[in-house]
């Protein structure tokens, strides 16, 4: 696909290089800085100057001044033309000798220095010598097979090396000691310095005109064959794809990023990024094609013409506008080097955001996404062609001169609704991944926005998490439009995260009344109830806690009993106020009564007392009504016994009042247990429930953290309940059996014994033998232990104090106590084991204190 890479300008027109002189032809030309040397088949040389002008409409020309036409001293053709600026020389190859003339009078020098027997000769653009004031010179030998290089001075020529090659070479390039030659029928890499070379590739020079040209550091460039232009490194490798050329080839330029190549029509423009060719420029009798200085010159044989090179930016501009995305970011990263990485970076990013508008219009979003990335675009650009997502406060203005040429996604869609739909569906993908990302930084109001708007216009699920997370929506704008849309419990949140917590809870009672509709939640009176549950604001909870408890009181008085216990005092209500709210609402005062006693262990008699009171309220009711509901009494009737079992806080006495007259047996044995009547408690559990599980029971629970004694007690006094019944029961008495076979560690089996009748069997009472035998056995063992323990102990002491005495100790009136630094007075006194000795007053004194101060703080010092 073409490119408008260059454009052809004259330079040096006919009349003005030879008049009316119709047998002049132009063999070589020379350009330097402004300088530009034309060699003519009849040994003369015009030397111009070249002066470029740009006009408003970007323009180009070129005026030249004819400086000199100098006559060389042989009339026959220039060879070529090569200019050394440094030494300010002009090296002139003609009649197979390359003399040195001055560049600005043409004259030859006075030494008259010159290079005999050249066929064609170059430059080296990479010296080795490291002389500034000499030029490397390779020529082709008119010696067979021969290649020399000079180095030439500025009035003097000195040769340094002469080469043999195994052909005829036909064209020479060198850079620094590697030559690149055509030879009769290939080419090769020649190093000079070592005498090593690698050949390339054939090549028939009888055939078509051979090319060898540098055209960068140890690389060249070469008319291969098949018509391809081969590039080629010194270690005779190719690091670029060929480009494509026609068959007859003339000459070759660089002007990077394009390589440009001259034939008998044509001059055509390749890129060396992607090897494809860009443009062709019609050119007939063309045979000289050059760059010098990044500029390209052509000629015919009559005239000179400039390919003046476009501004890449402006190559770039023309492929986006031919919607060519890959091309012109291949370009544009070609360019990097040859532009300063600032300019550069700048330039790219806009580049990137241009192409990826591009593939957002033809809908290749998956493209565009990575263009905006890369690009750094600021995404309000793209929100900016989606009409009213944008808030009325934005301050945004689209970048000039404009990324794009579209002014909604109307016109870009061309209203097809399809099309909207999913260019919103891409934007409200993109917006949610670069909300959080740096790029959105200083305007996250605009994207937060926008996103909340294309989530309720879609109805996208996503819009309850934007607004329930950290969020930087602009409230009027986001109200609005939600309203628009009936996203009420979504306005709700949006009022949450404003801190309009009021607001929100008006909004959502409306919903759950049936004011307003919104179906987004069908479990909001639970979420206000939650809501209202974590809200710190004790005046909201309370204004709607009423509405709560009224909908439903077991759901209702969360509000109270499921706080979070983070907020300390603060959160927490006090439970009086709540009470006398909850007065009006049985339930949800013994679901908050059981939240005080039971999960927070609030230590209080009333809260106890009354906990009791309504669970005996709610037993005689649901007694009331008979068998109906059954499940409801056992559980309400197993929570009454436990609290009356585990609490130690109820008034007892008070309960017991309001159960008496009243089938509550197993409630009425629990309180007499409470206040000690344990034969009141154990004669209605034995003989009026006759449930001997429940009463072994409580002697368990009863003796719990009461120690053994009292615990045997109890099972003592149920015993007796069961062998003193005034009637001989047989049930009663095998009960007393199986109690003690079960708990015969909680007997004392002398005092049993006692109580057993004599008609009762050893065989009947053989486990509970059995077990109090194997515990009085262990409890004897444990003891005999302990006492051996002591034993030991006791020894150890004997000996050490033994040891201690073994020791003399020497008392003097002039010892001094090693606490109160005083002498002794009497003959008593402490001796600790490092040998110091204190008065024993001294000694009692510190008994109780830390030893650390002492002379034998350590801990296993004994006195």
């Not at 009325?392 to 996604?409: G, K, V, W």
Request: net charge negative; with cysteine; aromatic share 8%.
């Amino acid at each position: 696909m073409s490119v408008k890479a260059f454009k052809l300008v004259p330079a040096v027109e006919r009349e003005t290089l030879m008049g009316d002189k119709a047998r002049i032809n132009i063999e070589c030309i020379e350009c330097c800085g402004k300088n530009l040397y034309i060699g003519t088949n009849e040994g003369s040389i015009y030397h111009f100057l070249l002066e470029e002008k740009n006009s408003p409409d970007d323009k180009t020309s070129f005026t030249v001044t004819k400086q000199l036409h100098k006559y060389l001293s042989v009339r026959k053709a220039v060879g070529e033309l090569k200019a050394a600026s440094a030494l300010n020389r002009l090296l002139v190859l003609c009649d197979s000798a390359i003399m040195l003339v001055n560049m600005m009078n043409l004259e030859p020098i006075p030494t008259g220095a010159r290079i005999k027997g050249a066929v064609t000769f170059t430059l080296n653009e990479n010296p080795v010598s490291g002389d500034p004031f000499c030029v490397e010179v390779c020529i082709v030998s008119v010696k067979r097979r021969t290649i020399q290089l000079f180095l030439v001075y500025e009035d003097r020529v000195q040769i340094v090396k002469e080469v043999f090659t195994q052909e005829q070479p036909c064209a020479v390039a060198v850079d620094g000691h590697y030559l690149c030659l055509a030879l009769t029928t290939q080419y090769i890499i020649l190093n000079y310095n070592t005498g090593a070379s690698q050949d390339l590739f054939p090549y028939s020079s009888e055939e078509r005109r051979p090319i060898v040209k540098r055209i960068g550091r140890e690389e060249f460039l070469l008319a291969g064959p098949g018509g391809l232009g081969m590039f080629a490194t010194v270690d005779g490798i190719s690091q670029r794809a060929p480009v494509h050329w026609s068959e007859n080839v003339i000459g070759a330029a660089l002007c990077f990023p394009y390589v440009v190549a001259l034939d008998e029509e044509f001059i055509t423009v390749h890129s060396m990024l992607d090897q494809q060719q860009k443009q062709t420029l019609v050119f007939k009798d063309g045979h000289i094609l050059q760059d010098f200085e990044g500029k390209v010159i052509v000629a015919t044989t009559k005239g000179v013409y400039i390919l003046v090179p476009l501004p890449l930016e402006r190559q770039i501009q023309d492929l986006l506008a031919s919607h060519r995305v890959e091309e012109a970011l291949v370009l544009a990263r070609g360019a990097r080097r040859n532009i300063p990485k600032e300019k550069f970076q700048v330039m790219y990013k806009r580049i990137l955001q241009q192409a990826g508008f591009i593939q957002f219009a033809q809908l290749q979003f998956l493209e565009a996404k990575e263009l905006f990335r890369s690009g750094q675009l600021d995404v309000r650009e793209l929100i900016s062609l989606y009409p009213f997502l944008l808030p009325a406060s934005s301050s945004f203005i689209r970048s000039h001169p404009p990324l794009h040429e579209y002014a909604d996604l109307n016109q870009l869609t061309q209203g097809d609704q399809e099309k909207m739909a999913e260019c919103k569906r891409f934007l409200m993908s993109y917006l949610n991944e670069v909300r959080s990302m740096d790029v959105a930084n200083g305007y996250k109001e605009d994207v937060d926005t926008a996103l909340l708007k294309l989530y309720a216009e879609a109805n996208h699920e996503s819009l309850l998490d934007l607004l329930a997370s950290e969020n930087f929506c602009i409230l009027t704008d986001s109200a609005a439009w939600l309203e628009k849309h009936k996203k009420y419990f979504a306005l709700g949140l949006l009022y949450h995260s404003n801190g309009q917590d009021a607001a929100a809870l008006q909004l959502w009672v409306k919903i759950a009344n049936g004011d307003i509709q919104d179906s987004t939640r069908t479990d909001l009176y639970e979420y206000i109830v939650d809501f209202l549950t974590s809200c710190s604001d004790h005046e909201l909870v309370w204004k709607y806690a009423e509405w709560l408890l009224q909908r439903s009181e077991e759901t209702g008085v969360y509000i109270f009993t499921r706080r979070p216990e983070e907020g300390g005092q603060e959160n927490s209500f006090n439970p009086d106020d709540v009470m006398n709210c909850l007065n009006k609402y049985p339930k949800s005062l013994v679901k908050y009564l059981e939240f005080l006693v039971l999960e927070r262990r609030v230590q209080k008699e009333k809260y106890h007392t009354h906990l009791a009171v309504l669970y005996l309220e709610k037993v005689r009711k649901l007694k009331s009504l008979e068998a109906e509901r059954n499940e409801e009494l056992f559980e309400t009737q197993g929570k009454l016994q436990s609290l009356l079992r585990e609490s130690d806080l109820y008034r007892t006495c008070l309960i017991l009042d309001k159960i008496s007259g009243s089938d509550l047996h197993m409630e009425s044995a629990i309180l007499y247990g409470k206040l000690e009547e344990h034969d009141k408690a154990l004669h209605i559990l034995v003989h009026v429930l006759k449930d001997f599980a429940a009463a072994e029971d409580y002697c368990v629970w009863n003796s719990k953290n009461k120690g053994i004694p009292y615990r045997q007690k109890l099972f003592h006094m149920l015993l007796t309940t069961y062998l003193n019944s005034s009637s001989a029961e047989h049930e009663l008495a095998m009960a007393a059996v199986d109690l003690l076979n079960s708990h015969a560690a909680d007997f004392d089996a002398a005092l049993v014994l006692q109580l057993l009748p004599d008609s009762w069997s050893v065989q009947l009472l053989s486990s509970f033998l059995t077990g109090a035998m194997r515990e009085r056995i262990h409890a004897q063992r444990m003891s005999q232990i302990a006492l051996g323990l002591a034993k030991a102990e006791n020894l150890i002491y004997k000996h050490e104090k033994v040891k201690l005495k073994g020791n003399t100790t020497a008392l003097s009136d002039r010892k001094l106590c090693q606490v109160c630094q005083t002498p002794f007075g009497e003959p008593a006194f402490v001796r600790y084991p490092n040998g110091s000795m204190v008065h024993t007053h001294c000694a009692a004194n510190r008994l109780g204190t830390s030893n650390t101060n002492h002379p034998s703080s350590s801990p296993s010092g004994r006195t």
